[in-house]
């Protein structure tokens, strides 16, 4: 059984945390939203920037425990080079699903 591979998936989580809150700056400079997930996480806590900021580290950090669940799964169940896609898109599906059912809804 292999390890996972700690590093990684702590690249990973921050790249893919940060990848996330790109798409939706984006999307509010368009005009599209203006849903801010790190202004959201921050606000329980502060205001201003200052709960950007605080928001902007609890995305960060959600992104690495995120990663580090994926990587655990994907060790679980032997996911290798040849189905490794159809196991991450299993679990993104999952993600997904519980996203829009637990969190949209309270936001």
Known sequence: MT???VLGAI???????AVFSMFTAMARAMGMTTMSIEKTL???F???????VIGTIMHLMSGIV???????IFVAVGAGASNGWVIGAIIG???G???GALVMPMM
């Open 3 to 5: 390890e996972v591979n």
């Open 11 to 17: 690249i990973a989580g921050l790249s893919a945390a």
């Open 42 to 44: 921050g606000a329980m």
């Open 46 to 52: 502060a205001e201003g920037t200052t709960a950007t």
């Open 66 to 72: 995120f990663a580090f669940v994926y990587a655990v």
């Open 93 to 95: 599906l999952v993600h």
């Open 97 to 99: 699903l519980m996203v």
